[in-house]
């Protein structure tokens, strides 16, 4: 099997990298998003309390509000720290790293699966707005909660997220078999 081990050449492109760097940056995204559906969430359900409730209490349900995002913030940092190496090995199998950018066949096939993540990404936020105008801003708005609005857009950023990562997951795995087949078959037509 053909592997690139020239580190750092202008003409190489690790693939492995991007891949990973890609899901991890949906996965951070995923986790961000969560934190800011509860804590939206917590306060539209609260907001709706705090008028009745006495303002020490009150005081008392905010510090209690933020020591508890601190603690899911923390739970979900101690997971993204626990399953990082996890969802790379998920995205690109073994046998790949970087790749020679000088061999046709291998530029187009890196080409072809980029337009193809990106296509799907802009796919996936059209998708999400035609949902956020017509179900989750007029849902929002005839509640009058700013809270619920927030909510609706966490809730994209975390659909839209995993929706990428999927795709990222299934393309890069796709991409590296792909690319591999490529390199032995230009090592078969070399030996030739």
Partial sequence: MAESTTSGSSDTFDMGSMFRTSARMTFVIQII????????????????????????????????????????????????????????????????????MDTPKVKTVIYAYGILVAMMAITGLYAWYLVDKNFLAPWAASLNSVSLRIFGLALGAFVIALLIQIIIAAVGRTATKVVIEVLDMDDSEFLE
């Fill in 33 to 100: 998003s969560v934190i800011v559906m509860l804590g939206s969430a917590a306060a539209y359900y609260i907001g709706g309390l705090l008028p009745s409730i006495d303002p020490d209490i009150q005081i008392l349900l905010v510090l209690v509000g933020v020591v508890i995002t601190i603690v899911v913030f923390l739970a979900a940092f101690g997971l993204f720290v626990r399953f990082s190496r996890r969802i790379g090995d998920a995205v690109v199998g073994p046998g790949l790293q970087e790749v020679r």
